[in-house]
């Protein structure tokens, strides 16, 4: 069983989740407005995780499918520290996946406002990529952007197609990629939120299997 870990907010993920998976397990925190990079949002984090441990643990896999509290490494380790069972962090997967490509040069496509699609160019640039390019759909909270035309999204990667970067980001588990994987496919490597989380809990279900 997959435990899926995600803000009361996002109402997109679990069900494409869902799509690909039988067995999974969906378990809500609040949601905080911030980026949960301080000590005392980390806290806060910790403690809600650890008020679910026991459900999460019921899953093979467990997956944090946010990124409050884990945009640097500090907060990553903490999260694994708190569960004895393989864990996927939805920050941690798209930086592996994007390095895995050999991609230095990025378009980043986001579903966000301004500021906040400024900082996920600063955090990308705080990883070492370069964004060469990006597009930010100007929507503002976890409704707006579940809503998000998905005609949208695939205008947008195709702007990015035409680009020169290595690779093409599309941020945000809230935003339905899953079932629109093909429609963006194109001469760059597309990688989205949810696709790098997949691509991570394959590699553990394979492992398992050949173990």
Same mark, same amino acid.
């Given at each position: 069983m997959?435990?899926?870990?995600?803000?009361?907010?996002?109402?997109?993920?679990?069900?494409?989740?869902?799509?690909?998976?039988?067995?999974?397990?969906t378990?809500?925190?609040?949601?905080?407005p911030?980026?949960?990079?301080?000590?005392?949002?980390?806290?806060?984090?910790?403690?809600?995780?650890?008020?679910?441990k026991?459900?999460?643990?019921?899953?093979d896999?467990?997956v944090?499918?946010?990124?409050?509290?884990?945009?640097?490494?500090?907060?990553?380790?903490?999260?694994?520290r708190?569960?004895?069972?393989?864990?996927?962090?939805?920050?941690?997967?798209?930086?592996?996946?994007?390095?895995?490509?050999?991609?230095?040069?990025?378009?980043?496509?986001?579903p966000?406002?301004?500021?906040?699609?400024?900082?996920?160019?600063?955090?990308?640039?705080?990883?070492?990529?370069?964004?060469?390019?990006?597009i930010?759909?100007?929507?503002?909270?976890?409704?707006? %952007?579940? +809503? @998000?035309?998905?005609? =949208?999204?695939?205008?947008?990667? $195709?702007?990015?197609?035409?680009?020169? &970067?290595? #690779? !093409?980001?599309?941020?945000?588990? %809230?935003? +339905? @990629?899953?079932?629109? =994987?093909?429609?963006?496919?194109? $001469?760059?490597?597309?990688?989205?939120? &949810?696709? #790098? !989380?997949?691509?991570?809990?394959?590699?553990?279900?394979?492992?398992?299997?050949?173990?």
């Open positions: 997959l435990s899926l870990i995600v803000s009361e907010e996002n109402t997109v993920l679990p069900r494409d989740i869902e799509a690909a998976y039988k067995d999974v397990q378990i809500y925190m609040k949601y905080y911030g980026h949960g990079n301080t000590k005392a949002e980390r806290i806060r984090m910790t403690n809600e995780l650890l008020s679910v026991g459900q999460a643990e019921k899953g896999v467990i944090y499918a946010r990124s409050y509290g884990v945009f640097y490494e500090e907060g990553m380790r903490e999260i694994r708190i569960f004895s069972k393989p864990v996927v962090i939805s920050t941690e997967a798209i930086i592996k996946r994007l390095r895995a490509l050999g991609a230095k040069d990025l378009f980043l496509v986001t966000y406002n301004q500021k906040r699609h400024e900082y996920e160019i600063k955090w990308l640039r705080d990883f070492g990529f370069n964004v060469i390019g990006s930010a759909l100007g929507r503002t909270g976890g409704k707006a %952007i579940a +809503s @998000t035309p998905r005609e =949208l999204v695939v205008e947008a990667v $195709r702007v990015a197609q035409m680009s020169s &970067a290595d #690779a !093409i980001y599309v941020a945000c588990t %809230i935003l +339905s @990629t899953l079932p629109i =994987l093909e429609e963006l496919n194109g $001469r760059i490597d597309v990688v989205t939120a &949810a696709s #790098a !989380i997949v691509d991570e809990v394959k590699k553990i279900v394979n492992l398992g299997n050949h173990s």
